[in-house]
């Protein structure tokens, strides 16, 4: 266990650096973007190595504590951010707001304790593994929108770094936020079908308006709602930033929230 | 602007999302009966989507744009044909025992039809393995049950997995015990067997007692089932198991008796003969004949949805 948190530790301190990188990449007008990239990418490996060294000793995936759901979100949250960051140059300023989400992520991990949990009967099925995936790949779309949907609102609100002044004008700049949120709701789409399958044949019912049930629902319709008030009302790009940071607030509540103040859904019977 | 148009207006579908939001959380504590807060805001969905569909002229140039409509539409309405037909119920079977139609508790729509009696199976015994600190980890339950031909069928269900009898699944639950197995032979009249189940174990461990009344007859009996060792350790992994030795009290007014397997106690109406200790299972049963369809809705629902964005981002790439 010692090496695990060792390695967990040094993806941290990786992870800490390229987001300090990032900011000061931004305020300077710097561009150390491969620098960072390397960092993430050492730091995944090094958290990849922990997670997979926990998945060995105790049998199961990291679905069950809070150190675990936590600790592997960063993981995948940052996996799916180096892959948008390597494929689409102009994501690469938002990692100035990312960085210091997944940073308090991070922090919130090392608050929580590495023991083990009970894996329940109901997880052993191949659906958790779908329903987590899409889940994963869902709130990683959101987080690209919302480094996106920052830059905007920082650029509004009048910060002058140097950076922030060379980007694209915001239409262009939301438009590729609202590219990502149309592929998060996809993902969301396709993680309650996956959910509702699984708790079918886990729990004997697809649906029960349970809390975690509850909010991924609201979390749905709020994307809905954002998607269909951007094509009807065309909203101005800082309003639409706005609107695309709240919705990542609901996931981000219901993903880390619901499961932190109720332990009874989603954990199986007794 | 007709009334026509009117409710197809995208921005009556803002409202009405906003509305069908409002429904969630209304449900969510269980403030409101379910039923309104969230039937009267998705038939209002379904009725602007439906004028949108027939009136706007953007569902006629992107059809992807349309399946997703149209897709959205037949699930709520295979939502709504569910929660008038669906079934949701409890049994309990004891070991041996044969499923034959009756529910312990259940609720209904309006509209279903039951079918339970020909949803036959019996309960073969089960295994359940718990983890240290007695947590429940594999439970398999053995079933059998003939099919339409008359042949036997077996099969072995658990977590994730239920058996489906005509449309009706049956999941094994948390919820078993001990049941004490008894014959009757009334004075004079054709000997009965059964069982009595025992509350839940291991969640009533210290309350393994239960009031019945023997069958034609007004006599009451508590029984309690007494035994010393620790079937379930904390220490260890164990499984869920019959005790080695065990008895059976009962007590029939001031009267108390203990009864070992194959114990017989004479009674003014017949005699009664506790013959063994076995065991019960509780199940879950769940029948809502839209599930296929509602996951096909679904599909087409996101795949349409997906091809209309591939199309739409397709022809400015993403890296600008």
Not at chain 1, 5 to 15: I, N, P, T
Not at chain 1, 239 to 259: C, E, K, Q, R
Not at chain 2, 126 to 147: F, Q, S
Not at chain 2, 251 to 275: F, K, N, S, T, W
Request: net charge positive; glycine share 8%.
């Amino acid at each position: 266990m010692a090496t695990e948190l060792q390695l967990l530790w040094m993806a941290l301190l990786l992870y800490t650096l390229a987001g300090s990188t990032a900011i000061g990449a931004t305020v300077l007008a710097t561009r150390f973007e491969r620098v960072i990239l390397a960092m993430i990418l050492a730091g995944l490996a090094a958290h990849a190595l922990s997670l997979g060294m926990r998945w060995e000793r105790l049998g199961h995936g990291p679905f069950i504590t809070m150190f675990e759901i936590l600790s592997s979100n960063v993981w995948s949250l940052l996996l799916i951010y180096a892959f948008a960051y390597w494929r689409a140059p102009a994501v690469r300023p938002g990692a100035a707001v990312v960085m210091p989400i997944l940073l308090v992520m991070m922090a919130w991990s090392l608050v929580t304790s590495p023991a083990a949990g009970h894996y329940p009967p109901t997880y052993r099925t191949p659906w958790l593994y779908v329903h987590v995936l899409f889940g994963k790949i869902f709130l990683g779309a959101v987080l690209i929108a919302v480094g996106i949907a920052g830059l905007i609102l920082l650029r509004r609100a009048g910060v002058r770094v140097a950076r922030l002044t060379q980007l694209p004008d915001a239409g262009r700049l939301e438009n590729l936020a609202f590219r990502f949120m149309a592929l998060g709701f996809i993902f969301e789409t396709l993680m309650l079908i996956a959910g509702a399958i699984w708790a079918q044949d886990a729990w004997g019912r697809y649906w029960a308006w349970d809390p975690l049930e509850t909010w991924a629902f609201a979390t749905w319709l709020a994307l809905a709602c954002f998607i269909h008030l951007r094509v009807t009302v065309r909203l101005e790009p800082h309003y639409s930033a706005a609107v695309i940071i709240a919705v990542f607030v609901l996931a981000f509540l219901t993903f880390f929230g619901v499961p932190f103040v109720s332990t009874a859904p989603h954990k199986g019977a007794v | 602007m007709t009334w026509f148009n009117r409710l197809a207006s995208p921005k009556l579908t803002l409202v009405v999302l906003g509305l069908l939001g409002a429904g969630v959380l209304l449900v969510y504590p269980g403030e409101v009966r379910s039923d309104w807060a969230l039937t009267v805001p998705l038939t209002l969905l379904a009725i602007n989507l439906a004028c949108a569909v027939a009136t706007n002229p953007v569902f006629r140039q992107q059809s992807a744009l349309l399946a997703f409509h149209l897709a959205l539409l037949a699930i709520v309405a295979f939502a709504a044909a569910g929660r008038l037909t669906y079934l949701k119920g409890e049994l309990e079977l004891a070991e041996g025992e044969v499923f034959e139609g009756t529910l312990t508790r259940h609720e209904s729509g309006p509209w279903h039809r039951s079918q339970l009696a020909r949803a036959r199976f019996a309960n073969d015994g089960y295994t359940i393995r718990y983890e240290k600190g007695v947590r429940r980890a594999e439970t398999r339950n053995a079933v059998r049950w003939l099919d339409d031909t008359g042949r036997e069928r077996h099969a072995v269900i658990g977590d994730n997995e239920p058996l489906v009898r005509h449309g009706y699944r049956f999941y094994a639950s948390f919820n078993k015990g001990f049941a004490p197995v008894f014959m009757w032979h009334p004075a004079g009249g054709a000997p009965q067997r059964g069982t009595i189940n025992l509350p839940t174990y291991p969640i009533h461990e210290f309350r393994q007692a239960l009031e019945w009344t023997i069958p034609g007859t007004q006599t009451t009996l508590w029984t309690m089932l007494q035994f010393d060792e620790v079937l379930l350790d904390p220490e260890q992994v164990s499984r869920f198991r019959l005790p080695e030795r065990h008895t059976l009290v009962i007590r029939i007014g001031d009267m108390r008796h203990e009864l070992a397997p194959g114990a017989r106690l004479a009674l003014p109406q017949g005699v009664l003969v506790y013959e063994r200790l076995g065991t019960w299972m509780g199940y879950t049963v769940f029948y809502d004949w839209t599930l296929p369809w509602l996951f096909v809705a679904c599909m087409l629902a996101v795949t349409s949805l997906a091809w209309h964005f591939w199309k739409k981002f397709a022809a400015q790439p993403w890296d600008r």
